[in-house]
């Protein structure tokens, strides 16, 4: 059974996303009922939802969209990683109020399409750290080329707790391992910073890619880390890039096939359950 940790359900009759816009192979909506009927088939159990990177005066609202799906019968939402924005004047007041709905697991302010300059900002770090001894954590999602940028923010906010999307967004279509695997190691060693296996798949070549072509990325990432410091998630829809959510979980099966039990628990869902407390 999997305890999915990164979900993304869009619906652009409820939510604006600008980025869509430059995105044509997402560009269109992805509704819950359908990641849903395909996660059961798969022995997913419990999901939190990533936010999407909604128009900012939506960041609210797309919580509260996403906590209404989960009052339905049946659903396997369990929390949502909210939207933030640690650069501006005001985060105070939106961690405040994320503290008071326990439905919010944790923050993430997308990197990887940002000016690197943006988490280096000195209002950006210290509102993050004000996140420090919380229930919330804070998702990474950085490029090979940032992991010196992420380590930075991770160092000045030794308290908080981190979560590196995708093992880090290797280059996996090009092949590319030394250099990522060397910042994979670098940021593994902060006590603070969990990884989560997730997303792999779209940054492979979709037509050609095995599980031997993404061994190398899940299992150092896994090893550096260790058992007790890594979490599973789809990246649904992204992962329809690289195949979908039926092929990334029977490729996650493959990769851990040699694995203990206590080992797959941890990665499937145990390490996430205790992270937020579930």
Known sequence: MLFDSHLHVVDRNALHYPWLAGAAALNRDHAYSDYAREAKRCGITDVLHMEVDVAPNDINAETTYIKQLATEP??????????????????????????????????????????????????????????SGSRLTFDLCVLPRQIDKAVALVDHCPDVTFILDHCGVPDVAGEVYAPWATGITTIAARPNVIAKISGVVAYADADSWSVDSLRPYVEHTIAAFGWDRV??????????????????????????????????????RGNAKRLWSL
């Open 231 to 268: 979490i599973w998630g789809s990246d649904w829809p992204v992962c329809t890039l690289g195949g979908g959510l039926s092929t990334w979980v029977a490729a996650t099966h493959a990769l851990t096939a040699g694995c203990s039990p206590h080992e797959r628990e941890q990665l499937y």
């Open 74 to 131: 049946g659903s396997l939402l369990r929390g949502a990683i909210s939207a933030c924005r640690p650069e501006e004047v005001d985060f105070a007041d939106h961690l405040a109020h994320a503290l008071d709905e326990p439905f919010i697991k944790g923050f993430r302010r997308v990197l990887h399409v940002m000016p690197d300059a943006l988490s280096e900002m000195p209002l950006f770090r210290d509102n993050l750290r004000r996140m």
